[in-house]
């Protein structure tokens, strides 16, 4: 998008020359970033972020964190340096996390001889599935009734206390531990990471998920409600021995490379250390009231006001998912950090980040690819509806429910069909759509390419 710039002068000098200062230093931040690829240092650089740089509280790498998750499974050596570390698991093989307390001599005395919570979840790691998590949740439900994505193998766990699995939440299992023993939680995975990816024409690339952990507190009700700390690690599910054998393959692909190029990429380790994260959005410490910086709106996180302190700023950030972003917009306020560009954003974040930051402060919805209109008719309303006197029916009053289809497949309509007039998709055999002069054409995802002309939807 191209801007005009009206100077309320008529002086052509200055003009011409507020311009070339103008190109001047737009040419400068040209030759500082470059024409391609652009780092964080790139950015702190900028002269609006040098004088705050004093102010910016120092780098977390060196931070020691009061727990911390080690998975007893070996990463990919096929990862570059500077990725997050990928590891992969058997479906239904149990791996240890073992619960560590890595506290220093006098920190957080109040859980010192107490229990903790901790949550475990395996989530989506791509932004697209994070979206659609529920349903594709209830579709897996629907496919493998009395299963469960992640459950504890507790024979095996050691320390845990009072662990429970929500039946309704099929992804999420917690117990309670003492930080001050040995305490090791053996996990399995029953998904695999195919089996929530679009089928096309076979060895389809599955997609990865994220293994999370939210510890918490007491507080002075008994409840377990205070956060403490989140980690995560990224993983792929693979059908029993498939995690070994893709090990083995990105080994022997590591083992061809020259020695210059295997220094681009990083070691395999034993065990995967979880990272620290901002924590999951949907727990349940997550205060309901909202603070008067945030207002909340159809979209699945509030929105960050003008009049919000750099302190609810920060907390906006966190419960957004944008800590990694936090320490830059330190001394940001609402009204700060609102009056940044789309462009902005994106030059001080990255395109991915930039783009979903941006959208998250303008509270812009996820736009479905396509929104389709259904109600449901029944036999006896067909055979009580009135006719005029020259036979035809008479126009009849119904209520249409609205689908959002992200992906146009003949799965996701069936599901969401399904999930509206709750019954199983396994109920709903075929799906037709009416054609010229009346026909039934059958609705498969050969055809989800004419669903934007979808206007009537016969299911069976």
């Known amino acids: 998008m191209a801007w005009a710039l009206k100077l309320p002068l008529t002086d052509e000098v200055i003009e011409s020359g507020l311009v070339q200062d103008f190109d001047a230093s737009l040419s400068g931040i040209g030759q500082e970033l470059g024409a391609g690829a652009y780092s964080m240092s790139d950015v702190l650089a900028l002269p609006i972020f040098k004088q705050e740089e004093s102010n910016l509280p120092a780098d977390n790498e060196n931070k020691i964190l009061p727990f911390q998750y080690v998975l007893c499974a070996a990463t990919s050596p096929a990862i570059k340096l500077h ?12 791996y240890e996390i073992r619960m560590l307390d890595n506290r220093k001599i006098g920190e957080l005395p109040e859980i ?16 697209r599935l994070q979206y659609t998590e529920h349903q594709q949740l209830e579709g897996w439900r629907w496919n493998r009734p009395g299963d469960r994505i992640l459950a504890l193998d507790i024979p095996m766990s050691v320390g845990i206390i009072d662990p429970r699995a929500n039946p309704t939440q099929l992804n999420t299992v917690e117990f309670l531990w003492d930080p001050s023993k040995r305490t090791s939680v053996f996990i399995q995975v029953h998904c695999i ?13 599955g997609v990865p998920f994220r293994i999370q952990i939210d510890t918490f507190k007491e507080n002075e009700s008994g409840e377990y409600t205070e ?25 022997e692909k590591m083992e061809k490379r020259a020695p210059q190029e295997k220094e681009k990429y990083q070691p395999s380790y034993e065990t995967t250390i979880l990272t620290e994260c901002s924590p999951w959005p949907e727990v349940t410490y997550v205060n309901n009231s909202p603070s008067p910086a945030f207002n909340s709106s159809h979209n699945s996180f509030p929105n960050l006001l003008g ?16 800590s990694p972003f936090a320490r830059l917009f330190t001394n940001f306020s609402g009204a700060d950090l609102l009056k940044l560009t789309r462009e902005d954003v994106i030059q001080i974040c990255g395109p991915a980040d930039g783009i979903r930051l941006f959208n998250a402060l303008k509270g812009r919805a996820v736009r479905p690819r396509l929104t389709i209109y259904v109600c449901q008719e029944s036999q006896q309303a067909r055979e009580q509806q009135p006719k005029h006197e020259n036979g035809d029916a008479a126009s009849t009053f119904y209520v249409y429910h609205a689908i959002y289809l992200e992906e146009l497949t003949s799965t996701e309509l069936t599901e969401k069909l399904a999930q509206l007039f709750n019954i ?3 109920q709903i055999n075929q799906i037709f ?19 934007s002309t979808l206007k009537f939807t016969n299911v069976c």
Not at 83 to 92: A, F, K, R, S, V
Not at 193 to 205: A, L, N, P, Q, V
Not at 433 to 442: A, C, E, N, R, Y
């Open 424 to 426: 199983s998709p396994r």
């Open 307 to 322: 009049t919000a302190t750099p302190q609810d700023t920060q907390q906006w950030l966190h419960r957004n998912r944008f």
């Open 227 to 251: 956060h403490l700390h989140s980690a995560s690690c990224q993983v792929k599910v693979f059908k029993p021995k498939g995690a070994d054998r893709k090990q083995k393959t990105d080994r």
């Open 83 to 94: 990725d997050e570390t990928l590891t992969y698991l058997n479906q239904g093989q149990s």
């Open 193 to 205: 990471s195919t089996e929530f990816t679009m089928r096309k024409h076979g060895g389809e690339k």
């Open 433 to 451: 759509k009416q054609g010229p002069t009346g026909i039934h054409v059958l609705v498969s995802d050969e055809v989800r390419t004419f669903f």
């Open 112 to 127: 010192t001889g107490k229990m903790v919570k901790s949550i475990i979840r395996v989530v989506f790691h791509d932004r």
